[in-house]
């Protein structure tokens, strides 16, 4: 299942930096705006312990993560609906990923250019939203205009997404986001087949530097509660120095910058959860494996996610808590301790679930 996930904010909010930590892999991120034009892509694994307890359980040659893919997308600013920044191009960019990170820029330096001046996470996020919103009044009006003749001639599909676009345009013309008109599941299919921005899910990453203060951080996360977005906090500078060392060496550097946790981990977690997704996993001799997939998912499509032909051909499953598992320490102890459950069509998919799937 590929998932992606654009990085978005201000120029010199520290986008490109945290792309280089999440990826260790260097793209420009100077000290001046549009910096990044053609947006960076990059696989990252997510991270999960579950993963290695199973591949030392199976003693497995091979472990593949679950992983996400993040695009570095250039700095907006004020008027980039309207093409200032080079925007059109860089809203286009966005439309291509499943949810946004939008980095908010709550450090204080005076060596690196603020945009407008000086730093305000309330008014830099509004910056943002604005544009989107704009985008999607934008998309809303053009596509109206585009399936006019269709709804003339009373074509069915056409009347019934005219009224889902004017529903659309009212929203985003008084200031809310395409995601506050429905939670239908089919209504947001839509919508996010209309290419809209504001339906897509974010993730506010305050990037507090070395210097910062803590009402800045509660800003961001009074935006956030409105939506029930995820708010991390990580110091990105920091972050993209510990991801060029090996896990002792950044151990022991995290300890002396008393940088707490693993930010870059909790911005890689924080995506992947608010994107719904969970992971299950198959493991063995030859590899352990975690698979993603939607929250609530059918057997059936956990078994798409390996082949379609695992979803065609399916007969039963074995499943098992990973925990449970590891606990017994085989597959063999966990059935003779009847721990091991066959399940058909009908069972839907716990997170950690580990799964034998029997195909015809």
């Known amino acids: 299942m590929n998932i992606s996930?654009?990085?978005?904010?201000?120029?010199?909010?520290?986008?490109?930096?945290?792309?280089?930590?999440?990826?260790?892999?260097?793209?420009?991120?100077?000290?001046?705006?549009?910096?990044?034009?053609?947006?960076?892509?990059?696989?990252?694994?997510?991270?999960?312990?579950?993963?290695?307890?199973?591949?030392?359980?199976?003693?497995?040659?091979?472990k593949i993560p679950a992983v996400v893919e993040f695009v570095d997308i250039a700095g907006l600013v004020r008027g980039a609906a309207q093409g200032e920044?080079?925007?059109?191009?860089?809203?286009?960019?966005?439309?291509?990923?499943?949810?946004?990170?939008?980095?908010?820029?709550?450090?204080?330096?005076d060596s690196i250019i603020h945009v407008d001046g000086a730093v305000n996470p309330a008014r830099d996020i509004e910056v943002i939203?604005?544009?989107?919103?704009l985008a999607d009044a934008q998309l809303a009006q053009r596509r109206l205009e585009k399936i006019e003749k269709e709804v003339k001639r009373g074509n069915a599909?056409?009347?019934?997404?005219?009224?889902?676009?004017r529903s659309a345009l009212e929203t985003v013309s008084s200031g809310q986001s395409v995601s506050s008109l429905s939670s239908d599941n089919s209504t947001k299919r839509m919508l996010y087949s209309l290419g809209f921005l504001t339906i897509k899910p974010v993730?506010?990453?305050?990037?507090?530097?070395?210097?910062?203060?803590?009402?800045?951080?509660?800003?961001?996360?009074?935006?956030?509660?409105?939506?029930?977005?995820?708010?991390?906090?990580?110091?990105?500078?920091?972050?993209?120095?510990?991801?060029?060392?090996?896990d002792q060496?950044?151990?022991?550097?995290?300890?002396?910058?008393?940088?707490?946790?693993?930010?870059i981990d909790h911005v890689i977690r924080s995506a992947y959860r608010t994107l719904d997704l969970m992971s299950f996993f198959t493991t063995g001799e030859k590899e352990t494996r975690a698979w993603?997939?939607?929250?609530?998912?059918?057997?059936?499509?956990?078994?798409?996610?390996?082949?379609?032909d695992f979803e065609k051909n399916f007969i039963r499953a074995e499943v098992i808590t990973w925990d449970a598992l590891v606990k017994a320490g085989s597959y063999t102890a966990a059935r003779s301790a009847g721990l091991l459950r066959l399940e058909g069509r009908g069972y839907v998919v716990q997170d950690g679930d580990v799964i034998i799937f029997r195909v015809g």
């Open 249 to 263: 060496e950044a151990r022991e550097m995290r300890r002396e910058l008393t940088v707490e946790g693993g930010g």
């Open 129 to 133: 939203h604005t544009e989107l919103l």
């Open 85 to 109: 920044g080079l925007g059109n191009a860089f809203l286009s960019h966005i439309r291509g990923t499943d949810a946004i990170a939008h980095v908010v820029r709550c450090f204080i330096d």
């Open 203 to 246: 993730v506010y990453v305050c990037n507090i530097g070395t210097e910062y203060e803590k009402q800045s951080v509660v800003e961001v996360r009074k935006i956030a509660e409105k939506t029930e977005s995820d708010v991390v906090e990580i110091s990105v500078r920091s972050e993209e120095e510990l991801s060029q060392l090996d």
């Open 5 to 62: 996930i654009g990085i978005v904010g201000l120029p010199n909010a520290g986008k490109s930096t945290l792309f280089n930590a999440l990826t260790k892999k260097t793209v420009p991120a100077e000290n001046f705006p549009f910096c990044t034009i053609d947006p960076s892509v990059g696989l990252v694994s997510v991270p999960d312990d579950r993963l290695e307890q199973l591949a030392a359980l199976s003693g497995s040659l091979k």
């Open 292 to 308: 993603t997939v939607p929250r609530h998912s059918s057997i059936l499509r956990a078994a798409r996610a390996i082949h379609t």
């Open 157 to 165: 599909d056409a009347v019934a997404e005219k009224e889902l676009l």
